[in-house]
């Protein structure tokens, strides 16, 4: 049936042939069942694998696939199906991964209006390990929007949890707007799930304090059997969750540069700014992994590592902020005292109003 479409010259949607032999954007079995549907209600507009949306179902298969991807990658790296090793490394396997993953969201039919994704945080907790609800988010920025992917884990066996969502607070953060959700029909004992809820930016570039609470049909169910009894309707109910915060980092992309100083004196100081700091850490190591947490930018020059018995430490960031601003930042830390570390902040970029808020991020 695929090769029906492949057909003629260009191939798919005029596709160079050479080029299908990339890794597809999306899961075999999406780009079939658009296939098909294409081919049962054909129209003037080519066939496009950029039209191509994914479900809910087809997402977590790709992600099991993805996951045995990554561990058969780890594997080699560690020789075991070689004699020679090979340069794979389990983080940076799990990181292509969830990139992979992360890009397939915008395929799904609720978000195909985001476009490209700009940048993904790393995962954070909403709920202690080992309560009621296990709850984490990741929050994936777009040009316009911010798309929130909450992993869900139901430990009661006997509940089942249907219609679940996460309920965001706004009011205190007015530059975002709900836009669109996703539930999660059903959460089971022991098999975790997904929903999302997608904002948009409205103004400027919001950060703050989110209160959040998961909401959800719960419905009693017979460990024994499983699942719940024939005719339980169930009752809504609520799970308060901890805070979610929007910060700058969240709008940075890593990106480091190979020359740092050509790039530092090429920009200029037309657009720079200096914050100095007082951090309460015991030591350089700590203040410094804070500090740039704070900015999400990358290390250049090999210079995340500061010495062990050291008072003072330079590290040298880059990357790119939301929009396509390059921004760099020089940090300069000193030990003040046994729990206090100094530090000079230089930020440049090409906009002034860019190089002031990544600046006042470490303050926030």
Excluded at 75 to 100: C, I, M, R
Excluded at 228 to 241: F, I, K, Q, S, V
Aim: aromatic share 6%.
């Amino acid at each position: 049936m695929l090769q029906s479409l492949a057909r003629g010259e260009g191939g798919i949607g005029g596709l160079d042939p050479k080029k299908m032999l990339l890794p597809l954007a999306v899961p075999l079995d999406a780009l079939e069942a658009s296939a098909k549907a294409y081919l049962q209600n054909p129209s003037d507009e080519a066939f496009s694998i950029a039209n191509v949306t994914v479900d809910p179902e087809m997402l977590k298969k790709s992600r099991k696939a993805a996951e045995a991807s990554a561990a058969a990658a780890t594997t080699l790296a560690g020789g075991a199906l070689s004699s020679e090793p090979v340069s794979v490394s389990k983080p940076a396997a799990a990181a292509k991964s969830s990139d992979a993953e992360a890009d397939l969201l915008s395929k799904l039919p609720q978000f195909v209006h985001v476009g490209a994704r700009f940048a993904s945080s790393k995962k954070v907790a909403l709920s202690e390990t080992g309560t009621e609800y296990e709850v984490s988010c990741i929050k994936h920025v777009y040009a316009n929007h911010l798309l929130l992917q909450f992993s869900l884990n139901n430990t009661l066996e006997d509940q089942l949890l249907e219609e679940v969502t996460v309920s965001l607070d706004l009011a205190a953060t007015p530059g975002l707007a709900i836009d669109s959700e996703l539930k999660c029909s059903a959460l089971p004992f022991g098999s975790p799930g997904d929903c999302f809820v997608c904002l948009r930016r409205v103004e400027g570039v919001p950060v703050g304090s989110l209160p959040a609470s998961l909401k959800f049909i719960v419905k009693d169910v017979d460990p024994s059997k499983g699942e719940p009894e024939e005719g339980e309707t169930g009752y809504d109910d609520e799970y308060n969750l901890e805070e979610l915060e929007i910060v700058a980092a969240d709008f940075v992309k890593k990106v480091a540069v190979s020359d740092f100083k050509e790039a530092w004196s090429t920009i200029g100081a037309d657009c720079e700014v200096i914050e100095t700091f007082s951090l309460s850490y015991p030591s350089l190591k700590q203040a410094m992994d804070a500090v740039i947490d704070y900015l999400g930018l990358m290390p250049c020059d090999n210079s995340a590592n500061p010495p062990e018995s050291g008072a003072k430490h330079r590290v040298l960031l880059s990357g790119i902020f939301l929009g396509g601003v390059q921004v760099f930042a020089i940090v300069n830390l000193r030990v003040d005292s046994p729990k206090a570390v100094g530090m000079q902040l230089i930020v440049r970029s090409t906009d002034m109003g860019v190089s002031q808020f990544v600046a006042s991020s470490v303050a926030s």
